[in-house]
Structures are given as structure tokens and as C-alpha cells.
């Protein structure tokens, strides 16, 4: 049972396939079971937690390893320094260590403070200790105002 806010997204049908408007790449795309789940977790992040669209990127490519990865969502801060990233599963994907690597190989790159694993069913959001390379799970998501007045006071 999905546990997202259930969202009006906008679709259309282009032949035999479903696609969905993206609001942050401003383009249809195909609405596979992944997909479905990262634009309902950007509405949820956009209306629930306050999180400006515009400072989001979505796919964002990195480099890890010598090999080109995507980030399903990255946010910023007002500066562009990566704050948040968030990886997304179909919600027939059961989330396990393997997620959490993978997560945590993309934050190599981004150096972010929170992580954030969601399948649309099960939402992990966590920050890492990289010293001790462990992950310290929240009870909930941040708001977007909670990690500014952490920028601000100099505990981010």
C-alpha cells in the first residue's frame, strides 16, 4: 500500500505509452512504476515539506568512480551546494542494504547531509557519519525551512 499523498499528476497518452509531466524537468516522460513514485515524492516534498521546486534537480548526472551515474532527485541550497538526495524504487522494490549503498556511492560525489530511500510504500531518511560510516535514521522528513536555519546556524 502506497503511502505518499496520491497526487493528480499530469498525463497523457503518446501511442501505446503513458507519460507524465515532470515539473522540474518541464517534459513528458515515461511514467514507469519508478517514475510514478519520484514525481509523487517531488509533489510531497514541494507541498508537504516546502521545499522549492526550483532548486531541485531531478536525474542529475554524477560522475562516481569513473562511471556516470543519475541521482533521482538532488536538492540545493540557495548557494547550489547539494543539501538532499533522494533515491527512488518502484514500489515492487523491497529497499535493502543495497539501496542504501547505492545511495550512499552517489553521496561520494555530492557530499550531501541527508539521504533520503523511498519505494512510494517505505520512506528511509537518514544522514550518514562518515567517519564511522554509519547511517542515523530520522523519524521524518526535514522541511526545507529546517535545513536553512541549519545553513544558517552552521550546524549543517
Given amino acids: 500500500m502506497v503511502n505518499l499523498p496520491i497526487n493528480n499528476l499530469k498525463t497523457r497518452v503518446v501511442g501505446a505509452v503513458i507519460e507524465v509531466f515532470d515539473p522540474i524537468r518541464k517534459k513528458y516522460v515515461v511514467l514507469t ?3 510514478w513514485v ?3 515524492f517531488i509533489k510531497y516534498l514541494v507541498e508537504e515539506k516546502h521545499y522549492p521546486a526550483s532548486l531541485m534537480a531531478v536525474e542529475k548526472t ?3 568512480n569513473k562511471l ?9 541550497g540557495t548557494e547550489r551546494k547539494p ?10 522494490i523491497k529497499i535493502n542494504q543495497n539501496s542504501f ?6 553521496n561520494l560525489s555530492l557530499d550531501v547531509k541527508y539521504l533520503i530511500i523511498t519505494n512510494g510504500i517505505n ?4 544522514t550518514m ?3 564511522k560510516m554509519t547511517y542515523d535514521f530520522l523519524e521524518e522528513v526535514p522541511t526545507y525551512q529546517d535545513l536553512v536555519k541549519e545553513l544558517e546556524n552552521g550546524t549543517f
Fill in 33 to 35: 512504476p519508478e517514475e
Fill in 38 to 40: 519520484r514525481q509523487n
Fill in 62 to 64: 554524477i560522475v562516481v
Fill in 68 to 76: 556516470k551515474k543519475r541521482c533521482d532527485v538532488v536538492i540545493y
Fill in 83 to 92: 543539501l538532499l538526495m533522494v533515491e527512488c524504487k518502484a514500489s515492487n
Fill in 101 to 106: 549503498d547505492q545511495i550512499a556511492r552517489y
Fill in 123 to 126: 520512506h528511509f531518511c537518514c
Fill in 129 to 131: 557519519d562518515k567517519v
